[in-house]
């Protein structure tokens, strides 16, 4: 699956229908947690919905800086049908400015099929608004949104996942 293309508009349109079909959504519950540098693998999971039925987990590597207070939300539908999964950078330095880079990221998911994704460089600030990855700075597959290596530029500040619950083959 390609990354989605076309506007910012279009895009907000996209997961608001998604999630409209979805029915209402459940209060998200939203858990932080520290970016670390130094170029390691480090991983974050979560899980929600009845019984744990989704996981998100955001693999990365990053360089540069200090630890860094990200979140990450998680949300259902009442028909636990569609699930979201939000991850982005808890922004407590001016004008959104971050001293880290990422060499690598996945957001993964279990248990749901990606309907949208968006990957951002830049969140946004008071009378800016969030700055989307160039399409080719990333990938969507069913399961997952990750960086392209070669294309992505190591700036990542926010991703944005709707899915839907996967089918059980019987």
Avoid at 40 to 66: L, R
Avoid at 96 to 114: N, P
Wanted: glycine share 8%; hydrophobic share 40%; charged share 20%.
């Amino acid at each position: 699956m390609a990354a989605p293309s076309g506007g910012f508009w279009a895009a907000v349109v996209l997961a608001a229908a998604a999630l409209k079909l979805a029915a209402a959504v459940s209060e998200p519950t939203t858990v932080p947690f520290d970016v670390r540098p130094g170029g390691v693998v480090h991983s974050f999971s979560q899980d929600v919905g009845p019984g744990g039925k989704f996981t998100c987990t955001f693999t990365y590597a990053s360089q540069g800086g200090t630890n860094e207070q990200w979140q990450m939300s998680l949300g259902t539908s009442e028909d636990s049908q569609h699930f979201t999964c939000t991850i982005w950078r808890h922004c407590t330095l001016p004008q959104g400015k971050s001293y880290l880079y990422f060499t690598q990221f996945k957001a993964e998911l279990q248990g749901a099929e990606i309907e949208y994704a968006m990957a951002y460089s830049k969140a946004a600030f008071e009378r800016e608004s969030d700055v989307p990855l160039k399409s080719e700075e990333f990938e969507v597959t069913k399961t997952a949104v990750s960086h392209r290596p070669g294309a992505f530029k190591a700036e990542l500040s926010k991703l944005v996942i709707v899915a839907k619950a996967a089918r059980s083959e019987l």
